[in-house]
Nanobody, 114 residues
Framework: QVQVVESGGGLVQAGGSLRLSCAAS??????MAWYRQVPGKAREYVAL???????DYEDSVKGRFTISSDNTKNIMYLQMNNLKPEDTAVYYC??????????WGQGTQVTVSS
């Protein structure tokens, strides 16, 4: 059974840091990614990492966020530094398996106060 579970969200002041985790079990993953969503807006892409470790970032988080993974444990991380109030959102993990089927987690809230 596939499970995708995020953790690590919380409340932090602007300029602070948080590390999100995503544990994805039940399959082999080709890509894992982070998205975020604020109420009333579409879910937006944040970053992804391939099984080979190749990473990509949305422009607004480049230089502040770092994505990484532990493939032995099927866990992905998002280290978020120098957080800004506009980073406030629910952060979702998406995992794509080798058959191109995608699974989403339930999300974790990140709130950055000014």
């Amino acid at each position: 059974q596939v499970q995708v579970v995020e953790s690590g969200g919380g409340l932090v002041q602007a300029g602070g840091s948080l590390r999100l985790s995503c544990a994805a079990s039940g399959s082999a993953w080709s890509i894992m990614a982070w998205y975020r969503q604020v109420p009333g807006k579409a879910r937006e892409y944040v970053a992804l990492i391939g099984a080979d470790g190749t990473a990509d970032y949305e422009d607004s988080v480049k230089g502040r966020f770092t994505i990484s993974s532990d493939n032995t444990k099927n866990i992905m991380y998002l280290q978020m530094n120098n957080l800004k109030p506009e980073d406030t959102a629910v952060y979702y993990c998406k995992a794509r398996d080798t058959m191109w089927i995608e699974y989403w987690g339930q999300g974790t809230q990140v709130t950055v106060s000014s």
